[in-house]
T-cell receptor
Framework: DQQVKQNSPSLSVQEGRISILNCDYT??????FLWYKKYPAEGPTFLIS?????DKNEDGRFTVFLNKSAKHLSLHIVPSQPGDSAVYFC???????????FGKGTKLTVNP | DVKVTQSSRYLVKRTGEKVFLECVQD?????MFWYRQDPGLGLRLIYF???????EKGDIPEGYSVSREKKERFSLILESASTNQTSMYLC??????????????FGPGTRLTVT
């Protein structure tokens, strides 16, 4: 049973526009959420995170929004750049656990 | 700078061989993880270690074992490689919960092909 779902396997946007990547979760015990970015043949790199006590966290062009009532989070990238083309993984941590639960990923393509 | 290294970027092995994948981190992290990544399936946890000589099964431990004799090193062992273990293997580390930081840091991955 998937606890973290990324329902869009792929997303294509134009350079300079906004990219919105979505993630839904089912476990109400999750208290921390992370986004990772992965290029082909490389390991994932940490991008941005948010605690469940917040509803927004911003870091440069990247903003993560959390809607706890809907069990939904999203990553906004503004403006999108061709170098943002990668697979993005959403991950969540259950309170007290050392482990993360990952979604299946969304492949973002930013077209010049 | 955070560093997780994996012994090989690419590996080709034959069915039935015993395979060792090595991972080393230089961040003095307590936790280390082994994942595999397959298209359409995301990252799946194979094994996890929260201390030297301690290990815990992840979601897909069958066909794998692990070893952690030193804090900085975590090995994944395929006792008898099979073709369905062809995959990208990713090692990660993270500090203990007491650090109040939950990010995991990943190595570059090992692309294993079993023929």
């Amino acid at each position: 049973d998937q606890q973290v779902k990324q329902n869009s396997p792929s997303l294509s946007v134009q350079e300079g526009r906004i990219s919105i990547l979505n993630c839904d979760y089912t476990n109400s015990m999750f208290d921390y959420f992370l986004w990772y970015k992965k290029y082909p043949a490389e390991g994932p790199t940490f991008l941005i995170s948010i605690s469940s006590i917040k509803d927004k966290n911003e870091d440069g062009r990247f903003t993560v929004f959390l809607n706890k009532s809907a069990k939904h989070l999203s990553l906004h990238i503004v403006p999108s750049q061709p170098g943002d083309s990668a697979v993005y993984f959403c991950a969540a941590r259950e309170g007290g656990s050392e482990k993360l639960v990952f979604g299946k990923g969304t492949k973002l393509t930013v077209n010049p | 700078d955070v560093k997780v290294t994996q012994s090989s970027r690419y590996l080709v092995k034959r069915t039935g061989e015993k395979v060792f994948l090595e991972c080393v981190q230089d961040m003095d992290h307590e936790n280390m993880f082994w994942y595999r990544q397959d298209p359409g399936l995301g990252l799946r946890l194979i094994y996890f270690s929260y201390d030297v000589k301690m290990k815990e099964k992840g979601d897909i431990p069958e066909g794998y074992s692990v070893s952690r004799e030193k804090k900085e090193r975590f090995s994944l062992i395929l006792e008898s490689a099979s073709t369905n273990q062809t995959s990208m293997y990713l090692c990660a580390s993270s500090p203990t919960l007491r650090a109040l930081r939950y990010e995991q840091y990943f190595g570059p991955g090992t692309r294993l092909t079993v023929t």
